[in-house]
């Protein structure tokens, strides 16, 4: 029987939206749920940062090893795996007696994860060569949706059922993701044993540039490091850049999701644009149109100006992880994608852990514009190692096959 990739891309798309949306839904009241476990008020905005980092690093630690029972066991049934994992992780947030037990259940929620790595290694491994970018720039507009609308359902939810509520609905919304994962996802795998496996050094050994491989992995890390490290100051800035406005905060979260409008607009077509001209090109123009916006974000005046820029910037992020993602999948073997993958995905969750520590440490030091003009001095070492790792490729649509 052959796979239908393409119901596979659609079906996984609603899966990356899921997820996504639940990451999402539940960080515009963490820190109020925190104070309701009883945290002290002086330590809220600590525990409300560590509930974040320590999901995205016990994510980074755990990757590889679910990368491998992947190349082993099949994308699949790691992807009913992650999604069954969260349900029970996610919905338990709603019964936790104080704020370690929280910490506790995000952790164990990084461990669990892995849903849209796998699902981007399963279509990776599925499509065919000349549609790759377009599929998995597709796939990553599932995720992007998921994490645009997951704050505003939040948020909604929250005030319409309580915070303990949203919980118990993300947890039943990642429940419908993993029926719809085991009943409409299919996959042609036939289940290797430990002792048959190719090794994580043999599948290195096979990749014709290597070097071009970790020069990937490099370029995920500071990508991350490069979009979070805003993250924690993006709102107080907006409010600085708006002074006594009445409706700051809905300038500040029209502001904040913007960037993902264009960013789930420019996938499929950046990425279809790769397939055409090679995703190398895309990769290192939308790193130079990042930098191009980010920058100017240290001198805005207004609010209107910084969401002008965000929302341009948008249309770059919409090109680099899913060229990143073409890349590895075109130069790796297909019996070892997922391993592959799975260690671009420890480098983006270690970069998400690093991102908003650096950001706030020179916000601290050096105020809200020095943190734009870090970032892009990020970005701009990122180009640099681009264009080192695709030296004599720049213009040039290669076959990596």
Avoid at 92 to 118: D, H, K, Q
Avoid at 290 to 317: D, E, H, W
């Amino acid at each position: 029987m052959r796979v239908d990739w393409k119901r596979n891309l659609y079906i996984a798309w609603i899966g990356c939206f899921f997820t996504g949306a639940s990451f999402s839904l539940v960080m515009p009241f963490i820190p109020v749920y925190i104070e309701t476990l009883g945290a002290p008020a002086n330590k809220i905005e600590f525990y409300a940062g560590l509930s974040i980092s320590v999901t995205a690093f016990a994510a980074a630690i755990v990757a590889p090893i679910w990368g491998n029972l992947a190349d082993r066991k099949g994308r699949k049934l790691m992807m009913v795996r992650a999604a069954a994992g969260m349900t029970i992780s996610m919905g338990a947030l709603a019964f936790v007696p104080n704020v370690e037990w929280l910490l506790v259940m995000r952790f164990l929620t990084g461990v669990l994860s892995g849903y849209i790595p796998n699902a981007t290694a399963m279509i990776a491994s599925q499509v065919p060569q000349e549609r790759n970018g377009w599929a998995l720039g597709t796939l990553a507009t599932g995720t992007v949706a998921g994490n645009l609308i997951g704050p505003l359902m939040g948020g909604a939810l929250a005030g319409a059922f309580g915070i303990k509520n949203v919980f118990l609905i993300t947890g039943t919304v990642l429940l419908i993701n993993t029926v719809l994962t085991i009943f409409f996802v299919k996959e042609e795998f036939i289940p290797v044993e430990k002792k048959n496996v190719i090794s994580t050094k043999e599948i290195f050994s096979k990749i014709k540039n290597p070097t071009m491989l970790f020069g990937l992995f490099i370029t995920t890390l500071i990508l991350q490091i490069g979009i979070t490290s805003i993250s924690p100051i993006l709102t107080l800035y907006i409010r600085q850049l708006g002074g006594a406005s009445g409706n700051i905060l809905f300038v500040s979260g029209l502001i904040v999701s913007v960037a993902g409008v264009s960013a789930f607009i420019s996938s499929p077509l950046l990425g279809k644009l790769g397939d055409k001209i090679g995703n190398q090109n895309v990769l290192i123009g939308g790193l130079v149109f990042f930098l191009l916006c980010i920058f100017p974000m240290a001198f805005v005046k207004t609010p209107f100006q910084l969401g002008v820029l965000r929302f341009m910037m948008g249309f770059s992020t919409g090109a680099l992880m899913p060229s990143i993602n073409s890349l590895i999948s075109r130069i790796t073997p297909r019996e070892g994608v997922s391993r592959i993958f799975s260690f671009n995905q420890m480098a983006q969750n270690f970069g998400q852990v690093l991102g908003p520590m650096i950001g706030s440490t020179v916000a601290a030091g050096f105020g809200y514009g020095g943190v734009f003009i870090g970032t892009s001095c990020f970005i701009l070492v990122n180009i640099g190692i681009s264009l080192l790792n695709f030296k004599g490729t720049i213009g040039k649509k290669i076959d990596f096959n």
